[in-house]
């Protein structure tokens, strides 16, 4: 049978994937759906991500679930922010930028970001799975050229890291506050990255639709825009 994973949209950056045997929980801030008392009860060996310290990408709930977690895997600049309170310190993996660590049947390696914290790249069951964090073009036209030419660059340079990637699975923000620029980062990302599945994230109220060729003609990325947090996608691995 074809491999397949399933990913269930929570809020914002927040997502839960169940892949054959585990249960990844990226960057949980909100569960509207209240999708993730459920998913806890399946009893796949469970990992848990947060990319940065803000608070639309991290929240101590997430230490609520310590029992049924094997691990969290979270940015250093976490630490700063207070760290994840009352988990067992047997339990937290911290990070930097551009470094990888392995666990039992995970590997993990970490990226940079264009805000704060980090990107995640993870190995497991065989998927490559990419979450962006925070890491985007930051294009905000109202800025000053300076600022918006040092946006452009900083995405560059993190993108020349990711370039030639394959990725079964990336989740990359679309900012609707960035206006019609709002998926130039994505764009980008696609056109420099293997990627079979984009999920787009952080929209911040709007659900983005890509151009009939996206990312560019001749080059097609697969893309679900989620709107409502407990929205489910059914991945079926493709090859490269
Ligand atoms: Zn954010």
Redesign the pocket.
């Known amino acids: 049978m074809q491999p397949s994973l399933e990913i269930i949209y929570l809020h914002?950056?927040g997502f839960a994937i169940k892949t054959e045997k585990h249960l990844l929980v990226f960057d949980y801030y909100q569960d509207p759906a209240n999708s993730m008392t459920d998913l806890l009860d399946q009893g796949q060996t469970t990992y848990v991500f947060s990319s940065?310290s803000?608070g639309?990408?991290f929240n101590q709930e997430i230490g609520k679930w310590q029992k049924k977690v094997a691990a969290y895997f979270l940015s250093d600049d976490i630490i700063e922010a207070g760290g994840l309170k009352s988990v067992d310190d047997c339990k937290l993996i911290y990070m930097k930028p551009y470094e990888s660590k392995e666990q039992a049947d995970i590997q993990v390696a970490t990226y940079g970001s264009t805000?704060q914290g980090l990107s995640f790249l993870v190995n497991v069951d065989g998927w490559r799975i990419f979450h962006a964090?925070?890491l985007n073009w930051w294009h905000w036209k109202q800025d000053t050229p300076e600022n918006i030419k040092a946006a452009q660059d900083g995405f560059a340079k993190e993108l020349a890291l990711l370039a030639g990637l394959k990725l079964d699975v990336a989740f990359f923000?679309v900012d609707s506050r960035l206006e019609e620029f709002w998926a130039i980062g994505a764009e980008e990302f696609c056109r420099k990255v293997d990627v079979k599945h984009l999920v787009a994230m952080?929209s911040c109220g709007k659900v983005w639709q890509p151009a009939a060729e996206f990312p560019e003609p001749g080059k097609q990325v697969a893309v679900w825009s989620p709107g409502e947090g407990g929205q489910s996608l059914k991945v079926l691995k493709s090859e490269f």
Do not use: I, N, R, Y
Request: proline letters at 9%; zero cysteines.
């Open positions: 914002h950056s940065h803000h639309d990408h805000d964090g925070d923000p952080h």
